[in-house]
T-cell receptor, first 115, second 114 residues
Framework: RKEVEQDPGPFNVPEGATVAFNCTYS??????FFWYRQDCRKEPKLLMS???SGNEDGRFTAQLNRASQYISLLIRDSKLSDSATYLC????????????????FGKGTKLSVKP | EAQVTQNPRYLITVTGKKLTVTCSQN?????MSWYRQDPGLGLRQIYY???????DKGDVPEGYKVSRKEKRNFPLILESPSPNQTSLYFC?????????????FGPGTRLTVT
């Protein structure tokens, strides 16, 4: 099983649609989880953290299920400007010989929002 | 303006010619890291540094060196570049080691080794 796995997409959706991205991770010792967004040929930018209790930021909702080692990102009422690649990020954790700074990025899920 | 800067942004070089890509942040961040991004492979961590004089290998450190003599700078050194190091390189920083996943990325350096 890959350390961090995401559906590569692409997801092609109309404006206003609700889109869900999923991510699974293999290391149960991982402690930090984030979603990043990367526009074409640009640097990744932090979108939001992922907490066990779930967190929401406007149209974006992130969820973490530690038991299933699963992370999700929901985008409601999608906009054209949401078109980007969404990256799931997990820290490797101590029992894999890593540290909090040893981060694993998923390969990303590409989203294309059409008018 | 708070930012991470990288230089150069674009570089074409030949096999074996030593090069350095600089990375600097003006946010007094403790943690810094280097990544390479390749099609189909995503972002992979090369090296990271939790603080001055503390560096650790990431997933793909072979062929690279780093140093962290000052808090703001974290240069990436390729002693003898090879064509398989052709890639898009990103430097990133985070406020503290405990918040290492909250990273601020530089604009990237596109390196071609012929």
């Amino acid at each position: 099983r890959k350390e961090v796995e995401q559906d590569p997409g692409p997801f092609n959706v109309p404006e206003g649609a609700t889109v869900a991205f999923n991510c699974t991770y293999s290391n149960s010792a991982s402690q930090s989880f984030f979603w990043y967004r990367q526009d074409c040929r640009k640097e990744p930018k932090l979108l939001m953290s992922v907490y066990s209790s779930g967190n929401e930021d406007g149209r974006f909702t992130a969820q973490l299920n530690r038991a299933s080692q699963y992370i999700s990102l929901l985008i409601r009422d999608s906009k054209l400007s949401d078109s980007a690649t969404y990256l799931c990020v997990v820290n490797r954790g101590m029992n894999y010989g890593g540290s909090q700074g040893n981060l694993i990025f998923g390969k990303g899920t590409k989203l294309s929002v059409k008018p | 303006e708070a930012q991470v800067t990288q230089n150069p942004r674009y570089l074409i070089t030949v096999t074996g010619k030593k090069l350095t890509v600089t990375c600097s942040q003006n946010m007094n961040h403790e943690y810094m890291s280097w990544y390479r991004q390749d099609p189909g492979l995503g972002l992979r961590q090369i090296y990271y540094s939790m603080n001055v004089e503390v560096t650790d290998k990431g997933d793909v450190p072979e062929g690279y060196k780093v140093s962290r003599k000052e808090k703001r700078n974290f240069p990436l050194i390729l002693e003898s570049p090879s064509p398989n190091q052709t890639s898009l390189y990103f430097c990133a920083s985070s406020p503290t080691r405990d918040r290492a996943s909250e990273q601020y990325f530089g604009p990237g350096t596109r390196l071609t080794v012929t």
